[in-house]
Each structure stands twice: as C-alpha cells, then as structure tokens.
C-alpha cells in the first residue's frame, strides 16, 4: 500500500508499446476511470514498469502488482487487452516465459469472443518472438495466420507490416526471390498511406537484399530511395546514419573506396553517435577504416 501511495505522487510516463525488432508499432491504449475503479491504477504501474530510471527487478515488481489488478476485472474485454499489454512489456524485457503465459491468457478471452485483431495480434508477437529466437519457418507461419486474420478486417496497414515482415524472415533464410515479392506486396499497399517509416524499411530492405545478390546497381538505387524517404520522417532516429553505412558498402565491393569514404564521413557528421550508439559508431569507424587501407 505505501508503494501504491507512493505511485501516486510520481509523473506518468505516457510512451507508447512497441515491439522493435521489425519495426511494430502497436500502441499502448490507456483505459479510463470511466470504464473501472483500478485501470488508472493498472496503467500506472504499467506506465511506470517502462522508466528508464529504475532496474529490471522494480519493473517486474510494477508488472506483477498490475497482474495481480487485472486478474480481479470482471470486464473480460479489458482483460484481455491488459494482458496483451503484459505480454508486450513482458517481450520488451526479455522475459519469454511471462511473455508466452500473458499471450496465451489474452487469446483465450479473444477467441471466445472472436475478436479478430487480438487474435491476430497474437500471431504477429509469436512470429517476432520466433524471429528473435531465429526460427524462420515458425516466425514465416505467424505471420503469414496474422497477415489472413488482418485481411479479414480489411487492416491494410498491418497487413503490409505483415508483409515486409515476412520479407525480412525470407531473406535471413537467403530465400531471396519470394522476400522480393512481399517487399513489392508491402509497398503496393503503402504507396497511398502516409506510413513513411515502412516504406523506408522496405526499400532499406531491397537495398540489402539486391546487395546480397550482387546486384549493386539495384541496391543503390534502393538505398538512394531509402534515403529519399528519410527527409519525410519526422523522427529520423539515426536511419539515415545506417543507410549510409549500408551505401558504402555496396560502394566498398564496387572498390569505389572514395565514394565510400564520402559516403561514411557524412554519417560521421552526427557526433552523438559515439556517445548514444556506440555500435554504429564502432561499424562506421571500422568501414571507414577499411576504405582507407
């Protein structure tokens, strides 16, 4: 109860869910005190499960006095939807077998309602999970059932994420010719939404695919398109810092060491990224690197 006290008189964190790997986009919807007496409570700790300020143990600590307000909700619907977002917060801490356990609760409330999004919802999180763990023909399945169960609805949007998921699960298993097909699927449906993020992922995804065939000249024409959608993205998150690198690689096996050269210095140009992704940072040196020697 002090705890729950404490809670109270701390800020709302209101950030979004999202599954990352594959670029997910899945909103955290809050659920009024109009609908019942605890969901601000609920949302609170779920809210606060995603502070940065705070370590893993505390997060689950938050998630599991969440779980204990959900269980005594009368309203299956809200059930179920708080369990989908358990099992969300859950995957984003790396805790599968919770993550598994609130799944399978929210898709036993959703098919006996048949509510088609959550059940499709759930597919799509199992074909990221099998994707994580990298077993393709598993994460292939999943999200093939939630791109059906989408086009049921008529979802187009998620039924191209779908897509380009699909896309991504084919090429890592070098399955080039039909990670293509969907990439085009995928951006069939996108060319008359206004989803700039996904339709830079799809063409980042040919540029990398077409360069894993040999093609250069076809990935930099999709890197060069990727990098045109980039200047449409609000938040640029440090894309155009990746499809740079990407770029000089294709440069780098066509021996354009120069252009390569150009090409990763202009990445460099951001300075907080030693700093903040010192990953991307490490690849760009070490390209650059290359190029020079």
Known sequence: MQIRKLLCVNFWILTSISISILGCDKEYNKFGSAQCSECDQIDLFINYSKSDTINKARKLYYLNEARDLIQGLHNDSLRSNYFFHLSNRMYALEEYVLFKKFSSQYLRIAKEYKDTLRIADYYWNMGLYQSKIEVSDSAYYNFKIAGQLFREI???YYQAKMDYNIAYVLRRSKNYIESEAYT??????LQQMEKQILLYRCYNHLG??????GQYEYSIEYHAKALEKIIEIPRKNIFLE???NNLSLVYQKQEKYELAIKTLDQALENHELEKNHPNLYAKLIDNRAFCMF
């Not at 085009?184 to 449906?189: A, D, E, M, Q, R």
């Open 154 to 156: 008529d979802h187009k």
């Open 242 to 244: 990746r499809s740079l």
């Open 208 to 213: 990398l695919l077409y360069y894993d065939l």
């Open 184 to 189: 085009f699927k995928s951006i069939s449906k």
